[in-house]
């Protein structure tokens, strides 16, 4: 039999993958595999690479932090995978916060003794035990009252029997000493200490508006510490200014790495980050410090002299 008619196994492969058409998709599947060499050993530890679908991958970050890094180096990433590729095959990155499951698989022999120790444990006081709250005579007429003027028996006897076990809750929540939030009108458990009756998601909305406040201030005057910020906001605690002053960084850069070329936001930067106003600031020192958010043929040239910027404290958003 003549060699020559034979061919070798891989080059076999390779003309099937292609009459296929999936020879392109394995290539596209290598980031997968070479994940850590073209992001780097820092971003591959801190990330998670989910899909690719051209033009979009899909990262998942570990932490917040992360999820703001990826979204400031997105330009960088997008240029190290496009060049392993050969091509400009990946044009945006989604980013998302990885959400690992708490809920740890049993195994199947422990699973019987889990259920048995569930069904034998007792009920949770927050299951209304309604033998142990009745209504008053009272409370049942006001309820029978106030659905008088439904028409429909079957509507009425339903709105009923929710409208009882609703107050049997509340009976038992006040039993077990829980009290309404003074703003949006939740139960909520008693705080440990004397203090204002709120619960935790009006204490995070009231903190959240705070901050708003906060940058909006910092966007008229960033040089403003925390002190000069308590002459307007007494009650501004140290980490709501460093969270709203953070926030406006990470803003401000994220336009500036996405080759925003405005002078305004480079100096809020500069005296975000420096604490300093515009009068205290070099031209020289700003490029500087703005170069270091740019990409290599982004960057700007930097100034010989030492000139002083003049005051910005007026500057429009």
Known sequence: MDKREFSSIESCLVEHLQRSGQLRQL?????????????????????????????????????????????????????????????????DIRVRMYRQSLIKEEKPQQVEGLLDRLQAK????????????????????AIITSLVCITDDDLRQRLYRTRVHQLQKEKQLV?????????????????KLNGPIICSACINKDKRRRIIKLKEMLKRRPYWQLNDIRNFMSNCSLDEYSTAKRE????????????????????????????????????????????????????????KGDVLLQDKENLNN
């Open 27 to 91: 290539s596209i599947m290598r980031l997968f595999m070479h994940w850590k060499d073209v992001v780097g050993i820092l971003v591959a530890k801190n990330t998670k690479l989910v899909s690719i679908e051209p033009p979009l991958i899909m990262v998942y970050a570990y932490t917040s932090a992360w999820m703001q890094q990826l979204q400031m180096q997105k330009r960088q990433i997008l240029k190290r995978i496009n060049d392993f590729y050969g091509q400009e095959l990946i044009k």
């Open 122 to 141: 007792e009920p949770s006081y927050r299951l209304v035990e309604r033998e142990k709250y009745p209504l008053t005579e009272a409370e049942e007429r």
């Open 175 to 191: 039993s077990h000493h829980y009290i309404r939030c003074q703003q949006c009108g939740q139960w909520m458990e008693p705080p």
């Open 248 to 303: 406006l960084i990470y803003f401000y850069i994220s336009r500036i790495h996405s080759g925003s070329m405005n002078k305004n936001d480079m100096i809020r930067v500069a005296m975000l980050i420096t604490g300093k106003n515009g009068q205290k600031l070099t031209e020289r020192f700003v490029v500087n410090l703005i170069n270091k958010y740019r990409l290599p043929d982004e960057k700007l040239p930097v100034p």
